[in-house]
T-cell receptor
Framework: DTGVSQDPRHKITKRGQNVTFRCDPI?????LYWYRQTLGQGPEFLTY????????KSRLLSDRFSAERPKGSFSTLEIQRTEQGDSAMYLC??????????FGPGTRLTVT | GIQVEQSPPDLILQEGANSTLRCNFS?????LQWFHQNPWGQLINLFY???GTKQNGRLSATTVATERYSLLYISSSQTTDSGVYFC??????????FGAGTTVTVRA
């Protein structure tokens, strides 16, 4: 069991650019979650998948954000036309059905 | 609305001291987890405890679901216990709602 992995760990981009993050869940975990954490706050839910189906999206996830989980394995989160307000830690978690969630190390995004 | 409240927001301890962190939540839950966030930002699972009491070394946790609170106990604190502790709750909707965290500083 290698744990949840995320790539890249850090990303610096200029405003207006597109960025894509990847999450590899613990194998055989059918649920995968994305959260966002800004400085001094607790993480906030963005979206989750059960296998390849995206079952819920938060109102925090504007039209510039899109997430996919092809084949129910890894997931990608893309942000188009980044804004300075998108600067945050993006956290991925996985779980076996609706039980304990395990988090990856996160991707820290800085938009300049 | 649905809420998760943690107290205290900040806690300063002398090494060797004991402490209690509290999490109050506003509705019935499927799942409650306690995490420790390390300086690099990773959330480390401490307890999965929707009800009852669990212990792991110097840490223990109790959740009283009927009264909608959970407690995390740290005994004989060490400097490595420093960091932010989060309570997170699944209000029967499969996603975790986090409290604002308790920042613990343990001084040698």
């Amino acid at each position: 069991d290698t744990g949840v992995s995320q790539d890249p760990r850090h990303k610096i981009t200029k405003r207006g650019q597109n960025v894509t993050f990847r999450c590899d869940p613990i194998s055989e975990h059918n649920r995968l979650y994305w959260y966002r954490q800004t400085l001094g706050q607790g993480p906030e839910f963005l979206t989750y998948f059960q296998n390849e189906a995206q079952l819920e999206k938060s109102r925090l996830l504007s039209d510039r954000f899109s997430a996919e989980r092809p084949k129910g394995s890894f997931s990608t989160l893309e942000i188009q036309r980044t804004e300075q307000g998108d600067s945050a830690m993006y956290l991925c978690a996985s779980s076996p059905s609706a039980y304990e969630q395990y988090f990856g190390p996160g991707t820290r995004l800085t938009v300049t | 609305g649905i809420q998760v409240e943690q107290s205290p927001p900040d806690l300063i301890l002398q090494e060797g001291a004991n402490s209690t962190l509290r999490c109050n939540f506003s509705d019935s839950v499927n799942n409650l987890q306690w995490f420790h966030q390390n300086p690099w930002g990773q959330l480390i699972n401490l307890f999965y405890i929707p009800s009852g009491t669990k212990q792991n070394g110097r840490l223990s946790a109790t959740t009283v679901a009927t009264e909608r609170y959970s407690l995390l106990y740290i005994s004989s604190s060490q400097t490595t216990d420093s960091g932010v502790y989060f309570c997170a709750v699944d209000f029967r909707d499969y996603k975790l709602s986090f409290g604002a965290g308790t920042t613990v500083t343990v001084r040698a």
